[in-house]
T-cell receptor, first 112, second 116 residues
Framework: DTAVSQTPKYLVTQMGNDKSIKCEQNLGHDTMYWYKQDSKKFLKIMFSYNNKELIINETVPNRFSPKSPDKAHLNLHINSLELGDSAVYFC???????????FGPGTRLTVT | AQTVTQSQPEMSVQEAETVTLSCTYDTSESDYYLFWYKQPPSRQMILVIRQEAYKQQNATENRFSVNFQKAAKSFSLKISDSQLGDAAMYFCAYRTPQGGSEKLVFGKGTKLTVNP
């Protein structure tokens, strides 16, 4: 009964490919997020969705496209992968009232 | 824009001792939330403790406590009776106020080593 889950946990792919990372939360939260953690461990927000509506888009290249089919899911699709996209991607969710964000286990993306 | 600074890239502590991790932040807001997250080698981000800015009382969670100095914009984490399992990266985070665009702004992290 994992609260926030991501698939896959590891993803190795070649430059130029398109890939997706899936995220699901069973906490009943209204808001979901994608964060990127770079090789220096720095975490930065990419997107947030509230009730399937895009709220934050932090100057992320348009090769990255989030999709929220319903309140419990937020997927991240990446087109034309580049070497610089190699990172760990975290999904998170929160309930508006408390604001605490709960993170998934992360997906380590390696682009070769 | 809000920023969070963790001035200690690495810290070490002896098992059973106490260690304090520093965090400062910059904001013009009066109402916000602050967090400490722990990231062990498993890379899972684990919430350690949370502080609401409007509360003067410092938050505590078992062996973890904070020293929140709002005027100084300081939010340090104290770990008492350190255990080997406390070894991890620790991230301080500021949550922007509610209003539809909440996000966490993270510091660069402090790597904590616990020596047996």
């Amino acid at each position: 009964d994992t609260a926030v889950s991501q698939t896959p946990k590891y993803l190795v792919t070649q430059m130029g490919n398109d890939k997706s990372i899936k995220c699901e939360q069973n906490l009943g939260h209204d808001t979901m997020y994608w964060y990127k953690q770079d090789s220096k461990k720095f975490l930065k927000i990419m997107f947030s969705y509230n009730n399937k509506e895009l709220i934050i888009n932090e100057t992320v290249p348009n090769r990255f496209s989030p999709k929220s089919p319903d309140k419990a899911h937020l997927n991240l699709h990446i087109n034309s992968l580049e070497l610089g996209d190699s990172a760990v991607y975290f999904c998170a969710s929160s309930q508006d009232a408390s604001g605490t964000q709960y993170f998934g286990p992360g997906t380590r993306l390696t682009v070769t | 824009a809000q920023t969070v600074t963790q001035s200690q890239p690495e810290m070490s502590v002896q098992e059973a001792e106490t260690v304090t991790l520093s965090c400062t932040y910059d904001t013009s807001e009066s109402d916000y939330y602050l967090f400490w997250y722990k990231q062990p080698p498993s890379r899972q981000m684990i919430l350690v403790i949370r502080q609401e800015a409007y509360k003067q009382q410092n938050a505590t969670e078992n062996r973890f406590s904070v020293n929140f100095q709002k005027a100084a914009k300081s939010f340090s984490l104290k770990i008492s009776d350190s255990q080997l399992g406390d070894a991890a990266m620790y991230f301080c985070a500021y949550r922007t106020p509610q209003g539809g665009s909440e996000k966490l702004v993270f510091g660069k992290g402090t790597k904590l080593t616990v020596n047996p």
